[in-house]
C-alpha cells in the first residue's frame, strides 16, 4: 500500500509551487517595464512626462512602477502616440 505523503513532502510541494508563481508574476511585471522601456525610446516619450508619471507615483524611477501603473503607461503611450503616427 502506498504510503500518504508526509506533511513536510505536501509543505514542500506548496513552497515550489508558489516560488514557481512568483517567478512567473515577476516576469510578467518585468515584461512590461521592458515593454514601457522601448515603448518610450521609441515615441521619444519626453522626459518632463516620464517625471510627471514619477512624481505622480511617488517614485524616482520608472523601474519602481508597480504592475498596474506600468500598464497604465502602456496604454497612454499607445493611445496618444499610437493616434499621432496612424494621424487619428
Not at 514542500?12 to 515577476?26: N, Y
Not at 516576469?27 to 525610446?41: G, M, N, Q, R
Not at 524611477?61 to 500598464?71: F, M, S
Request: include cysteine; hydrophobic fraction near 35%.
Amino acid at each position: 500500500m502506498k504510503q500518504v505523503s508526509s506533511s513536510e513532502d505536501r509543505v514542500s510541494k506548496v513552497k515550489g509551487t508558489l516560488d514557481s508563481f512568483l517567478v512567473d508574476e515577476v516576469k510578467i511585471v518585468d515584461d512590461k517595464k521592458a515593454e514601457l522601456l522601448t515603448l518610450i525610446e521609441q515615441y521619444h516619450v519626453p522626459q518632463e512626462l516620464i517625471s510627471k508619471w514619477c512624481a505622480k507615483a511617488n517614485i524616482e524611477t520608472l523601474e519602481e512602477l508597480d504592475e498596474e501603473k506600468t500598464v497604465f503607461c502602456i496604454e497612454y503611450i499607445n493611445k496618444h502616440y499610437l493616434q499621432e503616427i496612424k494621424g487619428v
